[in-house]
């Protein structure tokens, strides 16, 4: 199994120009995650999904949009990027068991450069 | 309430001492608390984690104990290794409906 993987690894962009982050994983979880990284603020939550056509905001959601059309897939979508979206995007996948999260499987991350 | 203060930021210990790293939670209803790992350049990894109906668990070097009374638990190192340098992180969850809140990390060092 590979797990979760992301797609692409790095990439550089424009202010104003668009892109989307491909998240994707084999272990049939229900649950998927994106989440940005920056030095001394730890992991936060922009949107996550709890099943295949759902999808819900965390704390930092403005300026990002995601859609899960498929329950392997979890899509990253910055419509407008700005500097301050200038960041490593982990995407995250747990299985749903009793009704409570589980524990989380990380992918490789994204390191992305808005200049 | 689903704040999550994680502490120290930064903790620098001599091989073979013990590490000890402490998360404080508000909210009561929170019933997963699990530790990430993550060395330089990769991805978090679970390492330990606990619910709340335990109020300790050990896993070789490591171990987390959780006080729901003061509503902090803690992640134990021992006898460090440099190979446990990395950033630690602590989450919870407060509800069976919400995802993880994760502390800031703490940068842990571990000199030879």
Redesign the interface.
Known sequence: NAGVTQTPKFRVLKTGQSMTLLCAQDMNHE?M?WYRQDP??????IH?SVGEGTTAK??VPDGYNVSRLKKQNFLLGLESAAPSQTSVY?CASSPRKG??????F????TRLTVL | GENVEQHPSTLSVQEGDSAVIKCTYSDSASNYFPWYKQELGKRPQLIIDIRSNVGEKKDQRIAVTLNKTAKHFSLHITETQPEDSAVYFCAHSFSGNTPLVFGKGTRLSVIA
Request: proline fraction near 5%.
């Open positions: 649950y995650y001394g603020m730890g992991l936060r939550l996550y965390g704390e982990f009704g409570s999260y589980n524990e989380q990380f992918g490789p991350g």
